[in-house]
């Protein structure tokens, strides 16, 4: 008896230990529709990343993305794992995301392309889940760490080194015009 009591126990135990977790649930309802949060290693809340005005242009010859200031409001120390979660707008298409590895001379950050000196648009790879269909949560991880450096948090996708121009849909998203920016520290 004592013997079926005791696997009784550490099957009980088991279940119940399988069933915790350490890492802390997410509340995506604070999350206003059409934004962009962040969660930091060893932190494990939703951090709200403001869009940014930008001067941008794109087309199938030259595209360039350009931000007056030297580093970004968020700053993560180098050698966490960020993971990237994004509300869309209920009723709308799913929308393209990308992280853009950023020049910054001091003055300002910015990326470019041009078809004539072959000069590409320094993208970061990316894995996207989508999380929640009715709300359009979708989650974004990177295959490694961010290394010290800017970079530009845009819905837009890259094709062949450039922003792709062909993939806008009027309504889609305000944030496809308005990035997020992060600047990855020592």
Not at 122 to 149: A, E, M, V, Y
Request: aromatic letters at 10%; hydrophobic letters at 35%.
């Amino acid at each position: 008896m004592k013997k079926q009591i005791s696997i009784f126990y550490m099957i009980l135990c088991g279940f119940i230990s399988f069933g915790q977790s350490t890492s802390k649930i997410l509340n995506f309802s604070s999350m206003p529709s059409n934004s962009i949060a962040i969660v930091v290693e060893g932190i494990d809340t939703l951090q709200p990343l403001r869009t940014e005005k930008v001067w941008y242009t794109s087309d199938k010859y030259f595209s360039k993305i350009s931000k007056r200031g030297s580093k970004a409001e968020v700053q993560i120390p180098e050698g966490k794992n960020i993971s990237i979660y994004t509300k869309g707008v209920k009723g709308c298409r799913a929308m393209n995301f990308s992280i853009i590895k950023l020049n910054n001379n001091g003055k300002k950050r910015s990326a470019g392309f041009n078809i004539l000196t072959n000069k590409k648009l320094n993208k970061i790879p990316i894995k996207s889940k989508i999380l929640d269909k009715k709300d359009k949560i979708h989650q974004f991880t990177l295959d490694s760490k961010l290394k010290k450096g800017d970079y530009c948090l845009i819905f837009k996708r890259i094709y062949e080194g450039n922003f792709d121009f062909r993939e806008f849909h009027p309504g889609d998203s305000k944030l496809r015009m308005n990035p997020s920016f992060i600047t990855i520290t020592e």
